[in-house]
């Protein structure tokens, strides 16, 4: 089950793990070099940003492999591809997630999530909005609190338990 | 003390409830125990040999008395009525029920308090001098900054995920309490040449399986510079640490791996790309926090000197605790205190919850109602006019906590063991009660001067046993406990990792080979010699050589 962008989607791509890549398929990096037309590319969470980057940035999709669902070398891969390789396309995180760790993965630029079923695809979109703001900068929110005229006013309230 | 806004207000209720979220889908099936254990890890619950054990979070170990009376009530309400003070200057209950976390979480909320990050494979809390702030020897508050850390590294969105545990501490005094150089990241602050505050970066030092001294990477970093240059370590331990092994896992291991040199070249490589970005500290946000840890209002005291002395001279129990207890604070007439909870008896860093309200009800007495935890286990109230330290004794004393032990043999670091933690190798506590009952003098450890004695329960090392001038490791020999001694490490300047003496011994003979190492000291040392300058003088063969001597109980 697919989210994207906050909501459960139709999935227009599909993962081939092996093998060639084709319009509409999400390819590994070796076949999407051989033909990049159309294709997505996938990689896993540990590949270098600064090898590659620059190179997949031109992708409509990159979907990002996390092993495990506590490896958060994927976080850094995915701020890096959108920060410093300017990558505007779909920034997919699938493999070993669970909803809980979507809200770091879209803090750091991934906008869509492969979850096992519909139940998580759910929660997934809840955990992504529960918490309201955060201390730093990311790629959703470029200044942290304390370089943004705004939030820096909403905060000078005393901070009593509501 | 850091006050919190809205905004950090928020942020922790609504981290209640994500909590809150999280147990319940546990509960009901829907997140697996493994899935599960990394949330409630990070959340500070373990589950442990007799019960979930719960960390909560004491940034850098500043309490108000408020909080430190709410510690209390929830021990009371969660819990078996006391708590335990832990080597990074958080308290621990190790008795409450799994489904009532999430409301103990929200009694926390309503006095600043949580317990965010205080496990897991992430950025713990960072640890500094329980001085900051008042020691007379200190050039910079690190508090503000300690505070700037907690802020940045709570929920980081890149860095609340890597190979293994990060631990930060901050030292900003002549003496490093903070142990700097046995932590992933030290920092040291000081004043730069136009006065204003650098930074000094240590990375790679650990105690654990694999102990190591850290290595410095930059010296003199201008303040604003400090989350950039965190971003750039983390970011490359988090993309290079090894996370294959966990025992290899630490950013000490891709130090050395790497060699310091190289590591410092990534770092100010990626550094270089995020100088100046969003995250550089604007002046006012600097200020800001700053103005938090603004000096309380303090009396125009002098100090009281030759009043201390006719007290001293009338009460030798007070002279005692005076010596070994009462530390120079920064303003004329105050003085610090530490209440040792190393009571013989008592397992160390324990409180009951009438301490803990003892505790908070003297700092309003005698001072602004701040207290501080110690990464010694202890209590300090840092604000007590010198005047009135004779009353705040006695009144320690009748709970408890008037031990006159500070720094001395048995104000011991020791891990909770194998009595609650389920990795321990071997208990810790009893070994402990065993070495006070044996020196349970004070005068004999005085003569003795300061020693660190430092017990960990297995290779974890949470008893910080490396560094201790004297250190103890229980090790599991086929089922049956045993105990590892080392001697000679240090946790403060010039740090150093202790050696082993060699094999391991019964618990019934610990106290009696500390004797022997004890006694080798008292023989060989020059006067005014500390142990640990002792041990680097003469080396570690005639201590054993004493210890090992004929009758020695040796378990192979």
Known sequence: ????????????????????????????????????????????????????????AAAPVVAVRFPAFA?????????????????????????EIIPDLAEYMHRCGFNAFELPDRRQAEITIACIARMSDHYQASVREPAPPFQDPVRRRDAQQDGAPH | MYQYNAFDQRFVEERVEQYRDQTRRFLAGE????????????????????????????????????QLRKLAAITRDYDKGYGHLSTRQNVQINWPELEAVPDILAELATVQM????TS??????????????????????????????????????????????????????EADRAATQVHDIGIRIRPGEDGAPVFDFLVGGGLGRTPVIGSVIREGLPEQHLLTYLEAILRVYNRYGRRDNKYKARIKILVRAMTPAKFRVKVDDEWALLKDGPSTLPAHEIERIKGCFAPPPYAALKDATAALAKDRLADPAFNTWMRNNVAPHKRPGYAIVTLSTKATGVPPGDVTDEQ????????????????????????????????????????????????????LLTDMICCPGGDFCALANAKSIPVAEAIQRRFDDYDYQHDLGPIDLNISGCMNACGHHHVGNIGVLGVDKRGAEFYQISIGGNQADEASIGRILGPSFQRADVPDVIEKILGVYVDRRFEGEPFVQTVRRIGVDPFKERVYAKEAAVAG
Not at chain 1, 26 to 55: F, K, M, N, Q, T
Not at chain 1, 71 to 76: A, H, N, Q, V
């Open chain 1, 71 to 95: 490896d958060g070398r994927g976080l850094s891969f995915g701020s890096l591809l959108r920060t410093r390789y300017g990558f505007t396309g779909e920034l997919r995180a699938f493999g």
């Open chain 1, 1 to 56: 089950m697919l989210v994207r962008d906050g909501r459960i989607a139709e999935d227009d791509w599909r993962l081939a793990l092996d093998g060639d890549a084709a319009p509409g398929l999400i390819a590994s990096l070796e076949a999407w070099r051989r033909a990049p037309d159309g294709a997505g590319v996938w990689v896993d969470g540990d590949a270098e940003a600064d090898e590659i980057g620059e190179e997949i």
């Open chain 2, 114 to 117: 949580h317990c965010i990050q």
């Open chain 2, 356 to 407: 803990m309200e003892a505790v908070a009800d003297w700092s309003e007495r005698f001072g602004f109602g701040d207290v501080r935890i110690s990464h010694e286990q202890n209590f300090v109230l840092p604000d007590v006019p010198q005047l009135r330290l004779r009353q705040l004794f006695r009144l320690a004393c009748q709970q408890g906590l008037g031990q006159a032990n500070a720094g």
């Open chain 2, 31 to 66: 997140l697996t125990d493994d899935q599960f254990q990394q949330l409630r890890l990070r959340n500070g619950l373990y589950i442990q040999r007799l019960a979930p054990m719960l960390r909560i979070a004491v940034p850098y170990g500043l309490l108000t008395a408020t």
């Open chain 2, 120 to 173: 897991g494979s992430c950025i713990r809390n960072i640890t500094t001098d329980q001085f900051a702030g008042v020691a007379a020897d200190e050039t910079v508050d690190p508090r503000p900054y300690c505070e700037i850390m907690r802020q940045w590294s709570t929920y980081h969105p890149e860095f609340d995920w890597l190979p293994r545990k990060f631990k930060i501490a901050v030292n900003a005094a």
